[in-house]
């Protein structure tokens, strides 16, 4: 399934034979890539693939060690990030690299603000133009307004128009709906579809398949940092790009799995939180995948925070093998024997600077020290021994986290907790922003620690997830349990029905 990429126009952007190689690492090996005016092209493969490489080479942060780069069939040198925005390039990303303190207009026009006499920003220019770019987009932002007063949504589209400032012609879309809900997610396809009429070339990099074939045109597939496959949108299908991308057919996303489940590990009895969360009552057995659904703002989240002991209940009771405990800090839960594996992995679930086996470790050092000093080779058979097992794609387990895909950092999170043997390990958004690969060996993961008699606690938003992986489902509304699912009630009409507050669902 690899066909040329065609179209009537000639490219805008060419990568042709493309090599980049790292100490030990070769991380893209003769690539090529086509980008087309008003055209979404839609770069797919597991992480690991080569998509941050390609990324950062056409934003010039790396430079290819082979290679060319066409712009309007001419070659060109992007030698930095401001040579690939005078180029016309520029990328939003999952997180955005904005400034918090910096206004809307500040943020849009940094590094090229319109000057006046003497050299000076002249701000009314700034402003007038930030709210021509806004408005151009159908965004209703104040361009004086301070970042940081504005939500996640309203970032990305000052992230957007700070592209359209530089009258970018390429636009490198990176996981951009991660964060977003919903509504929110229409609105942007919207604004991808604007962005196409204004002859805009779109590199739109996601790994949910119904984002890819709802806005691109074109697709390339990468792995293991070689060109796989290219094509029009409308000659693939979603086992065509997966099997491209893992070089197997996968014909059971989820796996296959007996349900043993024990005696009662965890009971949590009419849980309050002031403003998040309230009358939160479950129970949880050995052996069992307990699923947590609901829409945005539904409080999962942040009730598992505090059943770890981030944030204080305030009112409510937890019994762990029957027994009362009081859990006051994520010190106590871990000491019960609860882990917490957080969505947000960047910023509260691993040190990017820390190399990987003392990330892994971190938790426990009682188990890698002797006297008070530690010992470097059980710490590294303590983070080899986890990592393994999550099937964890790094060079060495010296590895900086901070150097890693997005789906190998979640997998040393869930090394670290999994080291400390724990009774009850809660995964919140297990395998958000992550591929098919990583998710498959998430989830056959998730299963081999349910067999071996683990409690699982899985928060997810994905609902094929939440069907595929949970013995039973609690769905939450504003706050509140709004229904409780047994194995043969999960569909996703009634999860979605209940987390709606549909009459039907009830």
């Excluded at 700034?126 to 021509?132: C, D």
């Excluded at 997610?185 to 119904?210: C, M, N, P, T």
């Excluded at 595929?468 to 229904?483: F, K, L, N, T, Y």
Aim: glycine share 10%; no cysteine.
């Amino acid at each position: 399934m690899s066909t040329q990429a065609t179209t009537d126009t000639d490219p805008v952007l060419l990568l042709s034979g493309v090599t980049k190689v790292f100490p030990g690492v070769r991380a893209l090996s003769d690539v090529s890539l086509t980008l087309h005016a008003g055209k979404a092209t839609a770069l797919v493969g597991e992480n690991g693939a080569g998509k941050s490489t390609v990324v950062k080479i056409l934003t010039g942060i790396y430079q290819p060690d082979a290679g060319h780069i066409l712009m309007d069939g001419e070659p060109i040198q992007l030698p930095s990030p401001q040579s690939a925005e005078q180029a016309g390039v520029t990328a939003i990303h999952q997180e955005t690299v904005l400034f918090d303190e910096l206004s809307v207009a500040e943020n849009i026009f940094l590094g090229h603000a319109p000057k006046g006499r003497f050299g000076l920003i002249d701000t009314r220019q700034m402003i007038s133009r930030s709210t021509q770019i806004l408005e151009s987009i159908g965004a209703k932002i104040d361009p004086t307004a301070v970042l940081r007063d504005l939500g996640t949504a309203n970032k990305h589209l000052v992230a957007i128009a700070r592209a359209l400032s530089i009258d970018a012609r390429v636009v490198i879309m990176d996981e951009p709906t991660a964060a977003l809900s919903h509504k929110e997610i229409e609105e942007l396809y919207d604004l991808v579809e604007g962005l196409k009429r204004q002859g805009k070339a779109i590199l739109f990099i996601s790994h949910k398949f119904e984002e890819i074939f709802r806005i691109a045109d074109f697709y390339s597939v990468y792995r293991d940092g070689q060109m796989i496959g290219e094509g029009a949108m409308q000659d693939v299908d979603e086992p065509d790009l997966v099997r491209m991308m893992v070089g197997r057919d996968v014909d059971q996303i989820f796996p296959q799995r007996t349900s043993n489940i024990g005696s009662e590990v965890l009971v949590v009895d009419t849980y309050d939180h002031p403003t998040e969360f309230a009358q939160i009552s479950f129970s949880l057995r050995r052996g069992e995948i307990l699923g947590f659904y609901g829409l945005v703002g539904a409080g999962r989240s942040e009730f598992m925070q505090a059943l770890f002991g981030i944030t204080r209940p305030s009112g409510g009771s937890v019994r762990i093998g029957g027994d009362p405990v009081s859990i006051r800090s994520p010190a106590d839960a871990v000491g019960h024997g609860i882990v917490y594996v957080p969505e947000d992995r960047g910023r509260q679930g691993a040190i990017g600077a820390l190399p990987i086996f003392q990330n892994v470790t971190l938790p426990s050092l009682h188990r890698t020290s002797r006297q008070g000093f530690l010992r470097l080779a059980e710490e590294f058979s303590l983070a080899r021994e986890y990592t393994q097992r999550l099937d964890l794609r790094a060079a060495s387990l010296d590895t900086e986290v901070g150097n890693l895909s997005g789906g190998n950092q979640q997998k040393v999170v869930i090394a670290k907790w999994l080291a400390t043997q724990p009774r009850v390990i809660i995964l919140d958004e297990p395998t958000k922003g992550i591929d098919i690969g990583s998710k498959a060996a998430v989830h056959d993961f998730m299963a081999e620690l349910a067999a071996q008699g683990l409690a699982v606690i899985m928060v997810s938003s994905e609902i094929p997830e939440i069907v595929g992986m949970s013995d039973r489902v609690i769905v939450m509304r504003e706050g509140r349990i709004a229904a409780e699912l047994g194995r043969d009630q999960i569909t996703p009409e009634t999860l979605v029905g209940h987390a709606a507050g549909l009459s039907e669902a009830v």
